[in-house]
C-alpha cells in the first residue's frame, strides 16, 4: 500500500496526508501511553476511558482511512458527487434522518445513556404530562435519586418531593412533542437534520459556489461525531444547530434577521446552560456593534433575545431555585437565589493542571471524531481566507469556546467525541471546505484537484468506515452499561435495586418515570437492612424474588422465572 504513495503529486496532498498521519498517530501513541500510565491522571473515569481505549482504537482507524484514500488514484475528481451534494441537500438530509433514526433505535436502544441526556428526557416527560415538576415520594427520595446527583442533575423538593431537571428546559421542550407521542429518540436526528440543510446554506451563502456547499455537506456528515450526537439524548445537536442558525442570520443582518437570530439565540442560551452559546455569540454581536447603523441592529437583537431569555431563563432559575431549597417565604426564596447565584460562580475557575489535560484531550478528541485531516484543512483554510469576515466570525467563535471551557472546572465526563465544543463545530467543515478553494488574493497549493481528491476520499471512507466503525463502539459500550442491572426476566410491576459497587457508573442506570409509572420502578441500594425495611414499609405486597451482583429484585411474584 505505501508503494502507491508516490502517485501524490500534489505539494497540497503530501502535506495533508502525512500531516494528518503524524498528528493521528501521535494521538494513538498518547493515547496507549495513558492507558498503560496507571491512574487517570485526576479525570473523570468515564472521560479517561472513552479517550484512552475507545478513541486508541478509532485512531487506528483513522490511520488506516488515511492510507486507504492516499491510494485512489488522482483521475477520481469527485466532483459530480460534491455537484449532486451541494444540488441535493433536502436528500442528503432525507436519508441523514433515516440512518440516524436507525441508529438511535439500534445502537443506542432509544434511551439516555447518561444522566445528562436522562436530565432533559425526565423534564420532557413532565412537560409531556403537562406539568412543571414531577412528584416523588418524600421517604424516598435518597432510593429514587442518588445523593450526588441530587441538586446537580435533578432539583428535588425535600419537604414535598417535587423534582425538576437542573437545566434550562429549552431541549426539554424540543423533546416534548416526541416524548408524548412515545419517540424522543426521533428528536435529535430530526435536529441533525435541519442542521445539515443550515450548514448547506451557510456554506453557499460565503462560497457561492453549489460544490464547495456539496462540499461542506460531506464534511459534516462523514464526520463520525455527527452521527453520535445525532442519534444520542444530548443538546449538542440542538446547540449546533442554533449556532448556524445565528450565524446565517446575522451574515447579511437586516433588523427582522437580527430579531430571529435574537430568537434564536434565546433558546441555544436556555438550551441546558448558557455557556456554549454565550462563547459562540460573543464575536458576532461584538462584530454588529461594531458595524455602521448598529443601534437598530442591536435593538432587534435584544428585542429577540430578552421575551425566551426572561421566561426559560430568569424564570427557570427562580422556579427551580425555590424548589431545591423548600422556599416558603420570600426569605427562604431569596437565599435560595443567593445559593444558587454562588453556586453559579464557583462554574468557573482558573485552570488546573487536570483541566488542562482534559482539554487537551479534548481537541485530540475534536482530530479522532472527525473525517481525517479536517482540523488541519481546517487551520490551513482559517490563515488563507484570513480575510474573509464570515469565516474569521468562525474561527474566533471556535477559539473563543476552546479557550473559554479551559475555566470550566470539569472534564466533560461521558460524551461523545469533544462535546463541550460542539456548539461551535460548525466552523470546523466551513473552514476545511475553505481550505480546498482558491482563496481570494492568496497562493493556495491546497487548492488542487488532487489535494480536493484526497480529502473527499478521506471523507467517504469516514462516512463508512469510520462512522461504522463508532457505530460498533457505541452499541457495545451501551450494550455493557445496560446490563449492569440484575438479570432478572419477569415482566410484572417490581422494584429494582441497584448496587453500584459491582457496576461501571451504576448510579446513572436510576431512571424513573416523574411519576413513577410504568412496570420498573429503579433505586439505588442504601444498605441491605435499609432497603429491605424500605420496602417492607413502602410495598408490603413486595418480597425479594431475586439478587445477584447488580442488586435485587423486588416483587409480588410467588417465585423468581428461571
Known sequence: ??????????????????????????????????????????????????????????????????????????????????????????????????????????????????????????????????????????????????????DYFLNISHSSGRIVSAYWPSFALLLTPFTWLGVPWICNPLISALTLLAIHRLALRIFADVEA?????????????????????????????ASTLFALLLLDPTPRKAFAAGVVGSIALTLHNPVPHMLFALPWIVWILCRPRRLPMVGCLVAGYLPLCLLLGVGWFWFSSDLTHDALNLAA??????????????????????????????????????????????????????????????????????????????????????????????ALPILATAALLPAPAVRNIFADSETRSFAVACALLALVVGTGFRAVQMHTFIAQDQSQVPAYSGAERRVVIIDPRSSFYGLDLVQNDPWLRGSVVRMITNGSAADAQMVHEHFPELHQVYSDPFGSVWSAAAAAPP
Open 1 to 150: 500500500m505505501l508503494s502507491t504513495l508516490p502517485v501524490m503529486r500534489s505539494p497540497g496532498a503530501r502535506i495533508l496526508f502525512f500531516g494528518s498521519a503524524l498528528l493521528t498517530a501521535g494521538i494513538l501513541l498518547w493515547a496507549n501511553h495513558l492507558r498503560w500510565s496507571g491512574g487517570t491522571h485526576g479525570l473523570t473515569p468515564i472521560f479517561f476511558i472513552l479517550f484512552a481505549a475507545g478513541d486508541y482504537a478509532g485512531s487506528n482507524c483513522g490511520l488506516l482511512i488515511l492510507l486507504v484514500a492516499a491510494c485512489v488514484q488522482t483521475k477520481y475528481s469527485f466532483r459530480p458527487l460534491l455537484r449532486w451534494f451541494g444540488e441535493h441537500p433536502g436528500r442528503v438530509a432525507s436519508i441523514s434522518v433515516l440512518v440516524l433514526c436507525c441508529g438511535a433505535w439500534g445502537v443506542y436502544r432509544r434511551s439516555p445513556l447518561s444522566m445528562d441526556e436522562y436530565s432533559p428526557v425526565f423534564q420532557s416527560r413532565i412537560f409531556a404530562a403537562g406539568h412543571l415538576a414531577g412528584q416523588f415520594p418524600v421517604p424516598l427520595l435518597d432510593w429514587l435519586v442518588p445523593r450526588v446527583f441530587q
Open 333 to 426: 426564596g431569596a437565599a435560595a437565589s443567593d445559593d444558587s447565584l454562588r453556586k453559579i460562580g464557583t462554574a468557573f475557575t482558573l485552570p488546573s493542571a487536570t483541566i488542562v489535560l482534559a482539554r487537551l484531550i479534548g481537541i485530540a478528541k475534536l482530530w479522532a471524531w472527525s473525517v481525517p485531516g479536517l482540523l488541519l484543512l481546517a487551520g490551513i483554510g482559517a490563515w488563507k481566507w484570513r480575510h474573509n469576515t464570515p469565516c474569521m466570525l468562525l474561527l474566533v467563535s471556535a477559539l473563543l469556546t476552546l479557550i473559554g471551557y479551559f475555566f470550566v472546572p470539569f472534564d466533560q465526563g461521558h460524551g461523545w467525541g469533544f462535546r463541550y465544543f460542539h456548539s461551535a463545530w460548525v
Open 213 to 241: 456547499a456539496g462540499l461542506a455537506l460531506l464534511l459534516t456528515v462523514a464526520s463520525p461525531v455527527f452521527f453520535a450526537n445525532g442519534i444520542s439524548f444530548y443538546s449538542m445537536p440542538a446547540h449546533l444547530l
